[in-house]
């Protein structure tokens, strides 16, 4: 999945829920949606809306393990 | 509520009160019969299961077969050990054979073999989350467990459905399993005893596993002796306790923590937003552990996001496992339960490996500290129980809870052992944590911490409870 724009990412920056689905829909380009996907949500159309809401929660997990390698890192420099 | 049950051997007391080694005493003394205790914990389901929607499933006439078995064997060669007779349930992700509604096939268990060796006695299976991945959701194939102590607050989850029948006495012990705190997190909101062993201790063969390199299948019970006899059946070794044998009680004013070191990491405590009553009760519980011996000190643990680490970990590795049946029988899967997924299915192979990177830094660190303290502590949950209300209103988070979830990480054993009660009459408990390998140690801590706590578990039916769990709108989680 393309986000197009970032600033949509903080229009869904709730967490992935609550979202506004019009704005998701318009801006979000489904073409790349891993085909796993298509069958994660009901009768394999994908919840756009949910599904740019679980894309941007999974970056955030992913930024999180870099805060949490650079904090014990940290740690293991002040030892 | 008719909290007495009385049978014939039980002497006119509550034999459902008393713990699992209490209840193999009686039954070794024959006191009451295998099929008697059986038949005392049925009654007790019969009238309060409806409330709690603890069991999806109780095997009465099984089990209460299985218990003449018990009982006739016990006549002719003698018992099988302590806890011979006793009833005992499993989370609906571990197997005993048959079909299940949670884990969809469920061959039995190589734990489930164990118990039953030991003689213990199969009483039912517990409510969970689909395949443990919560929170409770409209799509789930069951309604949630309710927390006996307020029908108000959420059990925690996932083992909700084992935290709360063992703390309403449906049964003394119970297994669960534990991905993120899914043990001692429904045992602290429940006031029971909750137990992760060390990873790999208690084998996951046979168990509908989420995440392989993650889950962990613990046990909770109404006692740490109860967790620790229980544990020694699943895993066929005596545990050596380095404070004091199982069998024997701490003296009053003794100190059996003498010489024992406890390392607190306020720096992450902190991190957590722990509740005003949670840090009071947490420095109460320093206080006893000091009182008995205990030397007490405070150490750091600066690790930030861990909660990310273990949700890349978990949801890249059920992503992988459940990723082909996705495919063929999507219609296997709630709604919910695919949603909350979802992500697994985005990450990318270095994202995975990145937090296995990130997972073994902070392994090392948590090594480190319990090479310089036996034992760590600090509470098990933030906050006691919130209320299903207060629940809906943080969007059914999903967030692991920080002070479990770091040691599903890294693969410590760790005891959650109730405290006091908060401000609100409910739960709340101290996390023990040991090195790698030290279970022995953490549950002897455990054991002398709790008899000098002193903490009165669930007693009684809270009148008038109404308004408890309703279906959150599809689509969310």
């Not at chain 2, 395949?131 to 309710?146: C, N, R, Y």
Request: glycine share 10%.
């Amino acid at each position: 999945m393309v986000m197009r724009d970032e600033s949509v990412e903080a229009r869904v920056g709730s967490g992935g829920f609550g979202l506004d689905r019009r704005v998701a829909a318009r801006d979000c380009d489904c073409s790349r949606l891993p085909a796993t996907l298509n069958v994660v949500f009901p009768d394999g159309h994908p919840d756009l809306g949910l599904v740019l809401g679980k894309s941007w929660l999974a970056r955030r997990m992913a930024e999180g393990v870099r805060r949490a390698q650079a904090s014990a890192n940290v740690r293991a420099e002040g030892k | 509520m008719n909290d007495a049950v009385v049978v014939a051997g039980d002497r006119g007391g509550n034999v459902c009160s008393l713990t699992a080694l209490e209840q193999g005493r009686l039954v070794r003394a024959r006191e009451i019969s295998c099929w008697e205790l059986l038949q005392a914990h049925l009654q007790h389901i019969d009238e309060i299961e409806s409330s709690l929607h603890t069991f999806v499933a109780v095997f009465a006439e099984e089990a209460g077969l299985r218990a003449r078995r018990l009982d006739r064997e016990s006549r002719r060669d003698g018992f099988r050990g302590p806890l011979h007779g006793v009833p005992y349930a499993l989370k609906d992700l571990i197997g005993r054979r048959e079909h299940s509604q949670s884990t969809k096939a469920a061959p039995a268990a190589d734990v489930t073999r164990k118990l039953n060796r030991a003689g213990l006695v199969l009483l039912g299976k517990t409510a969970t989350y689909e395949l443990g991945m919560g929170p409770p959701a409209e799509s789930d194939p069951v309604p949630p467990a309710q927390n006996p102590w307020s029908l108000q607050h959420i059990p925690g989850g996932s083992s909700s459905g084992s935290a709360s029948a063992v703390a309403a006495h449906l049964c003394p012990v119970a297994l669960g399993t534990d991905t993120g705190g899914s043990v001692r997190h429904p045992a602290a909101y429940c006031g029971v005893v909750g137990f992760k062993p060390s990873f790999g201790r208690i084998s996951l063969e046979g168990v509908a596993v989420l995440s392989p390199s993650l889950d962990h299948v613990g046990i909770l019970a109404r006692s740490v002796d109860d967790v620790a006899l229980t544990y020694e059946c699943t895993t066929s070794s005596r545990l050596r306790s380095r404070v004091a044998p199982l069998s024997s009680a701490p003296n009053p004013g003794s100190r059996p923590l003498e010489g024992v070191s406890v390392g607190v990491p306020w720096d992450f405590i902190g991190r957590g937003s722990p509740a005003d009553d949670t840090l009071a009760t947490f420095r109460q519980a320093l206080r006893i552990l000091a009182d008995l011996g205990a030397a007490i000190s405070d150490t750091q643990l600066p690790i930030e996001r861990h909660e990310d680490v273990l949700s890349v970990i978990l949801l890249s590795e059920a992503a992988a496992r459940h990723a082909e049946a996705y495919a063929v029988n999507p219609e296997w899967y709630g709604l919910s339960f695919r949603a909350r997924l979802a992500p697994g299915f985005l990450f990318s192979a270095v994202d995975y490996l990145q937090a296995q990177i990130a997972r073994r830094m902070i392994r090392s660190l948590v090594d480190e500290l319990v090479r310089r303290h036996d034992v760590l502590v600090l509470p098990t949950m933030p906050t006691s129980a919130p209320s299903w209300a207060k629940f809906r209103e943080m969007g059914w988070d999903l967030t692991p809870p920080p002070f479990t979830s770091i040691f599903s990480l890294t693969g410590h054993p760790a005891l959650s052992v109730p405290v006091a009660l908060s401000t609100e009459g409910l739960p709340l408990a101290l996390q023990l944590v040991a090195r790698r390998g030290g279970d022995d140690a953490v549950l002897a801590v455990g054991r002398a911490f709790e008899a000098a706590a002193g903490f009165r578990g669930f007693r009684g039916w809270p009148e008038a409870q109404a308004g408890g769990w309703t279906a959150a709108p599809a689509g969310t989680g």
